[in-house]
Structure formats: C-alpha cells, structure tokens
C-alpha cells in the first residue's frame, strides 16, 4: 500500500504542463477585430421549392393567392442568408474571410461585436485559397489584428479560434495545434489542423496564437456529420499574407509560373532514371513558356529552385507559386546523370497555364488482349493522332488493351495511352518498342521508363521487365 502511494504522489509531477489559467484577457484584446458576414443573393421564387400544402387543403387558395400577388406567373425574389465569419486587418477597413463565404453574393453586410453593420464590397477574390479580401468605409478607424507567422508554430501549441457558428454570434473555442502542413485538394494548400472546435459559421474566422496574432483562417472541418470533432483545419497565415498582399494590390492573384508538367519521383521510376534518391519534380512535358526558352526538356529531374531543395512537386508548385512574375530564378536540374542549373525567368500562372495546357477529352478504347506485361500495342496512325490528342506526337504507340489482373494496370495505364518515349528515348514503331526494353533488361534494370500521353497530358510510369521486380 506504501508503495502504491508514492508512485500515485509521483504521476502528476510529470504530468505537468505550462497552458493559459484563462483566454479572457486575449479575448478583449482581439474581440472586437472579429466579425459576423451575412450575404444575400436575388434569386427568383419561381426557381425553388414551393411550400408543401396537400391538394385540396384550406390552405392551398392561400399560398397561391399569397405567391401570386404581383400577378399569376410572376417569381418573387427571395434574399436567403448566408452567415460566415471574418477579420479586420486595418484600421480602415481591409477585412480577411474565405471565398466560399461571399462567393455568388450580390450583398454583403458586415456585423461588429459592438453591433455597428456596415456593408462591404469585394476587393478580390483568391479560388485556390479560399481566401476573399473585402472592404467597409468606417467612419472611425476600426480594431484590427496582425498576421503571426505559422511557420514557427508547432504541434501541440495553445491557438483560439474565434467567429460566428452557426449563426449564433461572437463565440470562442480554445485548442491546440494538432498538425502542420496538411493539405486537403488544393494545389496550394498549407493548413494548420487544431481540435479547437470549427463549425459552420466559422468559416473565414481567425485562429490565433497566444499573442494575439492571426496564424491562420478557419477554413474547413472533417465530419461524419457535419459538426465538430476536433478536426478543424485553417489556411496558415504565411500562405493568406501573400494572396491578400496581392489581392491589395492588384485585386487578383499573381502567382509564378515555370512552365512544366510534374511528377513525383517515385522509388520504382527513380530507378528506371538511375537515381540514387526518390526525391525531387520530374518534367514530363515543356510547351512553349519560360523552362522550354532556358532549356528545360522532358526527363530533367528539378532538384533546386531559387535556391531551395525541392522535396516532391507539391513543393516546387508552392514555392514557384511564391515568387515574383517576371523574376529570373536558378533552377537545378538532373538531366542523364549530371547536374545542369538553368535560369528561368518566370511567367504568370493565371494567365499562360491554360495557353499551354488547353482542355482535353480522355479516350475512350475498348480493352481487349495483353502483348507485353499486359498491354497491347499498336502503331500511332494519323486518325489515332487527332483521337487521342497527340497530333504533336511523331513516331509513337497506342495502348489499345490493358490486362486489368497485369503489373501495367497496377502502375495505371490505360487503353488510350499514347507511349512517346521508352528509357527517355523516342520510340516510332514496336520494334524500336522492344529493343528499348531489351536494352534496359541487359543494362541490369528491373524496370523500363515509359513517357505515356494521356488526353494530352504526359506522365512518366516505370514498367517492370520481368517477374524479379515482383519479389
């Protein structure tokens, strides 16, 4: 019993953490910088739903006489409510939320903690964020709060998050970091995941650290049923600094553009390259723009980019994203074994990524048989060519069929599939097909590197030679 008592005496003092006594205090320091938005949106009656009234009931002569009161026929706008969250960021007006708050809205009112509404205009909008920059005319200047920097929180960290659930009005819920760095389906995606609790209504409200500073924008939850469960995730503030800079700016995004198709270097396809590390953005295509003018091709593998190491093509589409249009950049690349550093002078991605890469239609081919690690092959002819989008394409080979139970339907090809290159050298017909293969089974390698196109669109996929790539 003695010695039960002392371990149980023993178990608190490690248990023993540093948190806040209480978040009054950096509740009325940032309060009133937190606000309700309400938008609304003319829509015509006749559009939606009408009531539910059974035929014959007293009340139906009502309802229509009531719908129908400008004359039979003629829809009755209808201003529905939309209720969000957002920040003031100036003392004269500048206020944060998410796209998705005001997105469609024809008003936008804006509701302080002392109860003064004013209405707001948008000053620009940022899709792959989700981030919307508004502005109000006070007549006084307005509590604000600054941006913190996201980059130096860390898991585990004290944060609030402060906003509008629900419709309710001026509420606060407290947490901790959980995670850093998540990414949901955007391209530029950085979020911080916290348990503090985020429901609807949240959206675009600040979430802030201890010192009172914005580290980031309440953006989207995780729920079975679409409430809270402690898996709230907020757009960091290192990202939303740089889009709302430029949404001030300019009232629109611009983002760098290099110019490139990617992938991600893959252990399977590392080796098929002969690399040592599966690290790095693989180039699978280069139109006309600023890597095809400094001499990027097909194959290079991105190592470096202004300076920094890039990991995977999330990475390097981030950090491009980052920099200046018009800046000229060191870029490092690996191209058959050696290192090579070009200087690309950046384009603007909103305006020349769908010059580049237009829209197009994926095939439809009917499978059938397997020839080669479960695939069939056939001649790329001219009719094939305008088909599949590859009119570019010289030489070249159809996939027509895909043995679904094959190594090549793991690795996701497809019927459709234009193969344009085999070990990073140009294939025109099947001959020239299996002589590449058959040099890389006597080079020693367990996989040959296949360039496919698909709709357009090419794609590095590394195809196991033999069964030995199976064990």
Same mark, same amino acid.
């Given at each position: 019993?003695?010695?039960? !008592?002392?371990?149980?005496?023993?178990?608190?003092?490690?248990? =023993?953490?540093?948190?806040?006594?209480?978040?009054?205090?950096?509740?009325?320091?940032?309060?009133?910088?937190?606000?309700?938005?309400?938008?609304?949106?003319?829509?015509?009656?006749? !559009? %939606?739903?009408?009531?539910?009234?059974?035929?014959?009931?007293?009340?139906?002569?009502?309802?229509?006489?009531?719908?129908?009161?400008?004359?039979?026929? =003629?829809?009755?706008?209808?201003?529905?409510?939309?209720?969000?969250?957002?920040?003031?960021?100036?003392?004269?007006?500048?206020?944060?939320?998410?796209?998705?708050?005001?997105?469609?809205?024809?008003?936008?009112?804006?509701?302080?903690?002392?109860?003064?509404?004013?209405?707001?205009?948008?000053?620009?909008?940022?899709?792959?964020?989700?981030?919307?920059?508004?502005?109000?005319?006070?007549? =006084?200047?307005?509590?604000?709060?600054?941006? #913190?920097?996201?980059?130096?929180?860390?898991?585990? @960290?004290?944060?609030?998050?402060?906003?509008?659930?629900?419709? =309710?009005?001026?509420?606060?819920?407290?947490?901790?970091?959980?995670?850093?760095?998540?990414?949901?389906?955007?391209?530029?995606?950085?979020?911080?995941?916290?348990?503090?609790?985020?429901?609807?209504?949240?959206?675009?409200?600040?979430?802030?650290?201890?010192?009172?500073?914005?580290?980031?924008?309440? !953006?989207?939850?995780?729920?079975?049923?679409?409430?809270?469960? %402690?898996?709230?995730?907020?757009?960091?503030?290192?990202?939303?600094?740089?889009?709302?800079?430029?949404?001030?700016?300019?009232?629109?995004?611009?983002?760098?553009?290099? #110019?490139?198709?990617?992938?991600?270097?893959?252990?399977?396809?590392?080796?098929?390259?002969?690399?040592?590390?599966?690290?790095?953005?693989?180039?699978?295509?280069?139109?006309?723009?600023?890597?095809?003018?400094? #001499?990027?091709?097909?194959?290079?593998?991105?190592?470096?980019?202004?300076?920094?190491?890039?990991?995977?093509?999330?990475?390097?589409?981030?950090?491009?994203?980052?920099?200046?249009?018009?800046?000229?950049?060191?870029?490092?690349?690996?191209?058959?074994?050696?290192?090579?550093?070009?200087?690309?002078?950046?384009?603007?991605?909103?305006?020349?990524?769908?010059?580049?890469?237009? @829209?197009?239609?994926?095939?439809?081919?009917?499978?059938?048989?397997?020839?080669?690690?479960?695939?069939?092959?056939?001649?790329?002819?001219?009719?094939?060519?305008?088909?599949?989008?590859?009119?570019?394409?010289?030489?070249?080979?159809?996939?027509?069929?895909?043995?679904?139970?094959?190594?090549?339907?793991?690795?996701?090809?497809?019927?459709?599939?234009?193969?344009?290159?085999?070990?990073?050298?140009?294939?025109?017909?099947?001959?020239?097909?299996?002589?590449?293969?058959?040099?890389?089974?006597?080079?020693?390698?367990?996989?040959?590197?296949?360039?496919?196109?698909?709709?357009?669109?090419?794609?590095?996929?590394?195809?196991?030679?033999?069964?030995?790539?199976?064990?």
């Amino acid at each position: 019993m003695a010695l039960a !008592t002392v371990i149980a005496s023993a178990l608190p003092s490690r248990a =023993q953490f540093s948190g806040p006594s209480s978040f009054a205090d950096l509740v009325d320091q940032v309060g009133d910088s937190v606000v309700n938005i309400t938008t609304t949106s003319l829509v015509a009656s006749g !559009t %939606g739903p009408g009531p539910n009234v059974p035929p014959g009931s007293p009340l139906e002569d009502f309802f229509n006489e009531f719908l129908d009161r400008d004359g039979p026929g =003629q829809p009755q706008p209808r201003r529905p409510n939309a209720l969000g969250s957002g920040f003031v960021i100036s003392e004269d007006g500048f206020i944060v939320t998410n796209n998705h708050v005001i997105a469609g809205a024809d008003e936008i009112m804006i509701e302080f903690r002392s109860g003064l509404e004013l209405p707001a205009e948008v000053i620009g909008t940022d899709e792959n964020t989700d981030i919307a920059l508004l502005k109000v005319d006070p007549d =006084q200047p307005l509590d604000f709060v600054p941006f #913190g920097d996201s980059d130096v929180m860390r898991v585990g @960290d004290w944060v609030m998050a402060v906003g509008n659930p629900l419709g =309710q009005g001026f509420s606060v819920s407290a947490g901790i970091v959980s995670a850093r760095e998540r990414a949901l389906s955007g391209t530029y995606d950085d979020f911080i995941q916290t348990d503090a609790a985020i429901n609807r209504g949240n959206s675009g409200g600040p979430l802030f650290n201890m010192d009172g500073e914005v580290v980031g924008v309440n !953006t989207a939850i995780l729920s079975p049923n679409g409430g809270s469960i %402690g898996l709230g995730f907020s757009m960091s503030s290192n990202v939303v600094m740089r889009v709302v800079e430029q949404l001030q700016e300019f009232g629109e995004t611009r983002r760098g553009w290099l #110019g490139v198709r990617i992938q991600d270097v893959t252990p399977d396809i590392a080796e098929g390259l002969g690399l040592e590390a599966s690290a790095g953005a693989l180039v699978t295509d280069v139109p006309e723009g600023p890597a095809r003018e400094a #001499g990027m091709e097909v194959g290079d593998v991105i190592t470096s980019f202004d300076g920094s190491t890039v990991e995977d093509t999330r990475e390097l589409v981030r950090i491009v994203g980052e920099s200046p249009v018009g800046e000229t950049v060191r870029v490092v690349v690996l191209r058959e074994g050696e290192t090579q550093t070009l200087l690309v002078t950046l384009g603007r991605r909103e305006t020349e990524e769908r010059v580049a890469f237009p @829209d197009t239609d994926s095939p439809d081919v009917a499978p059938e048989q397997s020839d080669f690690r479960g695939l069939t092959l056939m001649p790329l002819t001219d009719e094939l060519r305008e088909q599949l989008g590859a009119e570019g394409v010289e030489g070249g080979l159809v996939i027509e069929a895909v043995d679904p139970n094959s190594e090549a339907a793991d690795r996701g090809l497809m019927a459709g599939d234009v193969i344009t290159e085999v070990g990073q050298e140009p294939v025109a017909d099947l001959d020239a097909f299996h002589a590449r293969v058959a040099e890389a089974a006597e080079a020693g390698q367990k996989s040959v590197l296949l360039l496919i196109s698909r709709g357009g669109n090419p794609r590095f996929v590394a195809l196991p030679i033999s069964d030995e790539e199976d064990e």
